[in-house]
């Protein structure tokens, strides 16, 4: 199983959310740095994948209603797709 790590801390703005994100989990260099683009990357993870987030407080602390939907994406591409998904404040 492959396990990344995302901290919310490190995601100050959309620019450095999408950074962090797109570096950590290898985002192709078509990404788009936009709701629909992370959707799309992540539904082509598998069930062999995790990804732990934490500090999602300070993610939505910082990004207001937009760090809850870069949140909602991730939450409904695992359901769609079998990965992993631990959230931890």
Known sequence: ????LLDGKDMTDRETAYKAI?????FPEWFGNNLDALYDCLTDLTED???IFVNTSLLEEA???YGEAIL??????SEECGF???EKD
Not at 1 to 4: I, L, S
Not at 22 to 26: F, K, Q, R
Not at 72 to 77: L, M, P, Q, S, W
């Open 1 to 4: 199983m492959r396990v990344y």
């Open 22 to 26: 797109s570096e950590e989990l290898s």
């Open 49 to 51: 994948n995790m990804i």
């Open 63 to 65: 990004l207001g209603e």
């Open 72 to 77: 909602v994406c991730f939450r409904d591409a």
């Open 84 to 86: 992993t998904l631990r």
